[in-house]
T-cell receptor, first 112, second 116 residues
């Protein structure tokens, strides 16, 4: 089955700096890669996603890049703000199933 | 759009009793719903995939007789934890995927179960 690894597990940045979170996946059939933000005690919220036919996608301060050959994808947050502090999960959807396999999560702390 | 609700938001029950958790898609029809379990400071672990009108598909290691899933309509799936034990205490979250060729999953707010 699919295996998703995520790094780093914790990340602390100063407000205004950029944050990068990286994930690798194992199943070359995976074709959909969402990123979720989860605040403490709340539901995961989809913040951006990318499909395998696209190499990069951007939405304001958030961008995701995908390298299919290397089987890794990354989340980039620019001009970080304190409200960006949360746990971020990457996920991959194997092409043969509709379920998602999640990474282990990255706790992002944006300090003033 | 794409709102998913869950009820109850938290529940405390005694060992040996059963607890039912509801997951509803409020503004779209969900052909597929997913049930996850999340321990503190850990990732989401998929328990089962629920398709409307058919039996749920359970992940390896998840006891189907303990975690009963029913997806009776396109807007409602239920998870019943039977004969609950303290080790079943966890945060249970559902997600729903809409009809058609779509990959996006939208999560409910979760249910915190505490078994005493």
């Amino acid at each position: 089955g699919e295996n998703v690894e995520q790094h780093p597990s914790t990340l602390s940045v100063q407000e205004g700096d950029s944050a990068v979170i990286k994930c690798t996946y194992s199943d070359s059939a995976s074709n959909y890669f969402p990123w979720y933000k989860q605040e403490l005690g709340k539901r995961p919220q989809l913040i951006i996603d990318i499909r395998s036919n696209v190499g990069e996608k951007k939405d304001q301060r958030i961008a995701v890049t995908l390298n299919k050959t290397a089987k890794h994808f990354s989340l980039h947050i620019t001009e970080t703000q304190p409200e960006d502090s949360a746990v971020y999960f990457c996920a991959a959807n194997p092409g043969t199933a509709s379920k998602l396999t999640f990474g282990t999560g990255t706790r992002l702390q944006v300090t003033l | 759009g794409a709102v998913v609700s869950q009820h109850p938001s938290w529940v405390i029950c005694k060992s040996g009793t059963s607890v039912k958790i509801e997951c509803r898609s409020l503004d779209f029809q969900a052909t597929t719903m997913f049930w996850y379990r999340q321990f503190p400071k850990q990732s989401l672990m998929l328990m089962a995939t629920s398709n409307e009108g058919s039996k749920a598909t359970y992940e390896q290691g998840v006891e189907k007789d303990k975690f009963l899933i029913n997806h009776a309509s396109l807007t409602l799936s239920t998870l019943t934890v039977t004969s609950a034990h303290p080790e079943d205490s966890s945060f249970y979250i559902c997600s729903a995927r809409g009809q058609g060729v779509t990959y996006e999953q939208y999560f409910g707010p979760g249910t915190r179960l505490t078994v005493t």
